[in-house]
């Protein structure tokens, strides 16, 4: 009889595990997501949407699942540079958990998303997938892992450099190994920019290259590499007889290893204690007279740097905006679950003002990455127009997604509370995550200078951006008219202010607000 009564007291007691809000683990991250999938529909082609519908599921499954788990204990576990080998060989080698490799495995070997928008094949599709198709897929892998998308990205966009500028030879020995999804003879990119001087202007960047021959040999220190262990790396470096500033570095590609096998003389000083993306080698290289192979003209390297720069940019832009939409999913479950003051938190007037907060900013990355792809592919198909849309969209995408996710993830943790805090729970790694977006590839400042300063004053691309939003605003017929006429009054007077700040650089104190305006505006569409 005690021990019948003791049994109903237990049972009625609850599980105190229940009253702590669980995560999004185990959810599928693309049905989830509506907004996604609208936008999917408005610009990818019915057919491309159909064939592509089930592998967003799958990775959106994925990511939800086996990559959240992977990308958790990989964080825990960063890589280890071992200089030496057991007989005091130099042979400076990265170890990375077994956690990072199999996340490698899923995003090179299965998805090939290093690989789909250049050659066919890539998930069954017959050609290289449009760039809508392709950042979708980085949007919904980013909201479980972000530091792999580095290399990722690097192998895709130093792949982008060598088409436009190698030789024929260059293109033979390394195209087809960095587009491989073979992961036994896959090469992976690598960029070695940043200097000691600092990586937003590189007038200074003193790594020397010397020629030798049929190639160049490479001197000096880079100060932070991303993908320190890529096997092709993209850098710039001066020309012994080049003129000093920017315009005398070249833009030369330097393998891991040299075609006898033998390794490149350059080693790793160290890899980077970082805040975030801790799963990712980064390092610091010291060029000992490697053997490098100069890209196109020798006296544009920067300009053509900035082919992957830009790309780079967008990549982040996507990222951003996945990471928002995990960090928003993650305190909608959060207030849908925990109950405070007789009901459930989302039914309080101040945590619902709070997720508004995190879902404009969220819905507007995702808004303005989708449009921005889909001008990238307009571009590709030789749309000059569409080019100088894409050219000032990726800025601001870059300038203010990046500086969005910051707040976002950080509301996130709030609507947490204390427990997002601790490192149990993804809050923390995606708070710590979201800086490095407005630290590589151009800090806010440098992109809004980018916008306004060249976008604006030298490319004319507000006017061109201007055009391709009325554009679409008149195929907005079921908003209603008023609406639609504020959209347009807006429009037009963020690209007066943007006019008016490029035209006196004593206005460029202004150029975030202007840049922030226009942003505004793509989004709106």
């Known amino acids: 009889m005690a021990t019948a009564t003791i049994d109903r007291r237990a ?45 967003l599921d799958r990775l959106g499954e994925i990511a939800g699942g086996k990559l959240d788990e992977l990308a958790e204990i990989a964080d825990k576990h960063p ?28 995003a090179f070997g299965d998805f090939g998303m290093h690989a789909m928008a250049h050659r066919e094949g890539v998930l069954g599709w017959p050609a290289p997938l449009p760039y809508v198709a392709k950042y979708a897929f980085q949007y919904l892998f980013a909201q479980a892992e972000f530091g792999l ?43 070695f920019m940043t200097e000691r001087a600092g990586g937003s202007d590189l007038a200074g960047s003193s790594v020397s290259a010397r ?151 969220a819905e507007q990355a995702l808004s303005v990455f989708a449009f921005d792809a889909a001008m990238m592919d307009a571009a590709r198909a030789g749309d000059a127009a569409a080019e100088r849309v894409m050219r000032i969209l990726t800025a601001l995408l870059k300038f203010r997604a990046c500086r969005d996710n910051l707040r976002v993830a950080t509301g996130a943790m709030e609507a947490r509370g204390g427990n997002g805090y601790i490192e149990d729970w993804v809050n923390s790694r995606l708070v710590r995550d979201a800086h490095i977006g407005v630290l590589w590839e151009g800090t806010s400042n440098i992109n809004a200078l980018d916008v306004i300063d060249r976008a604006v004053a030298k490319a004319r691309g507000h006017l061109e951006l201007a055009r391709a939003l009325k554009e679409r605003l008149k195929l907005a017929a079921a908003a209603p008219a008023a609406l639609r006429e ?31 305006a226009l942003y505004h505006c793509a989004s709106a569409l």
């Open 211 to 361: 020629r030798d021959g049929d190639h160049w040999r490479l001197y000096g220190d880079k100060w932070f590499c991303s993908a320190v262990d890529g096997d092709v790396v993209l850098l710039l470096a001066r020309p012994e007889d080049a003129p000093a500033g920017s315009g005398g570095l070249g833009l030369f590609l330097m393998p891991r290893h040299l075609e006898n096998g033998e390794r490149n003389s350059y080693r790793v000083a160290r890899l980077k204690d970082k805040l975030g993306t801790r799963d990712m080698a980064s390092g610091e290289v010291i060029l000992e007279g490697a053997v490098a192979y100069h890209l196109g003209k020798i006296d544009r390297g920067l300009r053509q740097m900035m082919d992957m720069v830009n790309l780079s940019r967008m990549s982040h832009g996507a990222r951003a905006a996945g990471m928002m939409r995990r960090c928003l999913n993650e305190a909608l479950v959060v207030a849908r679950h925990r109950r405070a003051f007789g009901r459930t938190v989302i039914e309080h007037p101040l945590m619902r003002r709070q997720l508004m907060k995190l879902m404009v900013p």
């Open 79 to 106: 890589p280890v540079l071992h200089p030496r080998d057991r007989f005091g060989r130099e042979r400076d080698w990265v170890e990375f958990h077994p956690a990072y490799r199999e996340m490698e495995r899923i």
């Open 486 to 516: 504020e959209i347009s009054a807006f429009i037009d007077r963020a690209v007066a202010f943007a006019e008016e700040t490029a035209a006196d650089r004593r206005n460029e104190k202004f150029d975030r607000m202007a840049a922030g």
């Open 11 to 55: 049972a009625a007691t609850p599980d105190p595990a229940e009253l702590i809000a669980p995560d999004c683990r185990g959810l599928n991250f693309y049905r989830i997501d509506r907004s996604l999938r609208d936008l999917l529909d408005l610009h990818m082609e019915p057919e491309l949407r159909a064939a592509m519908e089930p592998h």
């Open 149 to 191: 998308m580095c290399p990722i990205s690097v192998t895709d966009t130093g792949a982008v450099l060598i088409e436009r500028y190698a030789d024929d030879g260059l293109k033979r020995r390394y195209l087809p190994r960095m587009l491989s999804q073979n992961l036994e003879e896959l090469l992976k990119g690598a960029q």
